[in-house]
């Protein structure tokens, strides 16, 4: 054999080495990994694979909620040039509060404490892993890192949500400041006293997944903020409309896809009850967004585009408190009351408040939540097709919801006025008027998002 044929042979011969070489190390990798994973298992009893997957599962799907789906549905309903501006508050508010919560947020809302506050055992998520031993603290069948982080999302969303009430004149330092103020003192012991078996959870208040925590507690802030910073410049004068409707469709679906991780996902675990908090999440969302339209078709005479993506918002947060304790017809009654009531909302009771809340963070969020946290009481009974969670009759149900909505109210309307009143003193809340004039965009972040 001559050197030019014996060339081909010796290169096809080193390339089969490598291929197998390359097989052998992919094998040896995937072996360490089984044994790792089979050490993890080892080390942590009463792990549910299954339920972790899914709760991993949902904490991205209420990632996705903010960070697109919250961002786009707000900044669709901007002028354009408040746009980036939009974005970054809903961004930078969002991650503020996950980083919060990792500090100290988890361990006050979710250690034993007080009524109000829990404790600092978890500061920093210490004790949730020992790097040494390789074992996991567990919350139930999932590691508490999992749950934490879960949570990390709602704390994280909650204080975005705020930022639609006083959109296009906000200082983004202030926001900032108030979220650290707010996140603080209203979400973290709303937690606590709701979910960490404080005093609303005493009480025997019913909050699957967030109608006080949440909804009613960012929809108050929201208004708040509204009255204080004050309205925009041409409010009630002139047509401030949405620059990008197509946009807010898109955050609106993304915000839905995104929810039945905000629900499901509350359930802890992947089972019948996280089941039942999907259908019913899927089924108020689109019996809100019919009763939205045919509401505003009878009253306006054309029924919007705008309408129908704050009606699937309006099911949403209708829902939330009672994803995993009613059934589906149950369910649908909740979406229905909650899209009418909340086109109310949005404009009856908008007017008669006064406020300029630009993106309407009360009449959908608060609003939205009471009605879901009342008819929770109602449709929770297993004459009603409920889970009949809870020893109390439907009237002293329905008290106790009330009572958390209006200790929720009360609480949130307080610390947000401190919070704002703070971060003006300290930071001015609201820009100068040739900045508002110009818009947010340049003025604050010295950049448009469009060049045309």
Avoid at 21 to 48: H, I, N, S, W
Avoid at 137 to 163: H, K, N, R, W, Y
Avoid at 302 to 326: D, E, H, N, R, Y
Wanted: hydrophobic fraction near 55%; proline fraction near 2%.
């Amino acid at each position: 054999m001559n050197k030019k044929m014996a060339l081909p042979a010796l290169a096809a011969t080193l390339a089969g080495s490598l291929v197998s070489m390359a097989a052998m190390a992919q094998d040896a990798a995937a072996t360490a990994t089984a044994a790792a994973a089979e050490t993890v298992v080892e080390t942590t009893p009463g792990l549910v694979g299954a339920d972790l997957a899914w709760l991993s599962t949902s904490t991205l799907l209420v990632l996705m909620m903010a960070v697109p789906g919250l961002a786009l549905f707000y900044g669709g309903m901007v002028r354009g040039k408040n746009m980036l501006s939009t974005l970054m508050q809903v961004t930078a508010t969002f991650c503020l509060a996950v980083v919060l919560w990792f500090i100290y947020g988890y361990s006050l809302a979710f250690t034993e404490g007080n009524a109000i506050f829990g404790g600092f055992d978890r500061l920093f998520l210490s004790g949730t892993f020992d790097a040494v031993t390789g074992v996991f603290a567990m919350s139930d069948t999932v590691p508490e890192i999992s749950f934490a982080a879960f949570q990390a999302t709602f704390a994280g969303i909650t204080c975005a949500l705020i930022v639609g009430g006083l959109a296009e004149r906000a200082r983004f330092s202030a926001v900032l400041l108030f979220t650290v103020i707010w996140m603080t003192f209203a979400y973290v012991p709303a937690a606590h006293m709701v979910w960490g078996d404080g005093l609303v959870a005493q009480w025997g208040a019913l909050d699957f997944a967030g109608g006080t925590v949440v909804h009613i507690n960012a929809g108050v802030a929201g208004l708040v903020g509204a009255y204080v910073i004050g309205k925009r410049i041409g409010y009630g004068r002139e047509a401030l409309k949405p620059h990008n409707l197509p946009m807010t469709m898109i955050g609106a679906a993304l915000l839905w896809v995104g929810w039945f991780g905000f629900n499901a996902g509350s359930a802890l675990a992947a089972d019948g009850i996280a089941a039942l908090a999907f259908i019913n999440t899927l089924v108020a969302t689109a019996g809100a967004m019919m009763a939205w339209m045919f509401t505003e078709w009878a009253a306006k005479g054309k029924p919007s585009m705008l309408g129908a993506a704050s009606g699937m918002i309006a099911g949403l947060v209708g829902i939330t408190p009672a994803a995993g304790f009613v059934g589906p017809v149950g369910a649908l009654v909740i979406g229905v009351v909650c899209g009418i009531v909340c086109v109310w909302g949005v404009n009856g009771l908008k007017r008669m408040l006064g406020a300029d809340d630009s993106l309407d963070v009360f009449g959908l969020h608060a609003v939205g939540g009471i009605v879901g946290a009342v008819l929770t009481a109602v449709f929770t009974a297993t004459s009603m097709g409920g889970t009949g969670d809870g020893d109390a009759s439907m009237l002293m149900q329905t008290w106790i919801q009330i009572e958390g909505i209006l200790l929720t109210i009360v609480w949130s309307g307080v610390v947000a006025f401190i919070a704002f009143k703070i971060a003006d003193v300290v930071l001015g809340l609201r820009v100068s008027e040739e900045e508002e004039r110009q818009g947010l965009d340049i003025s604050s972040h010295g950049e448009t998002a469009y060049h045309s």
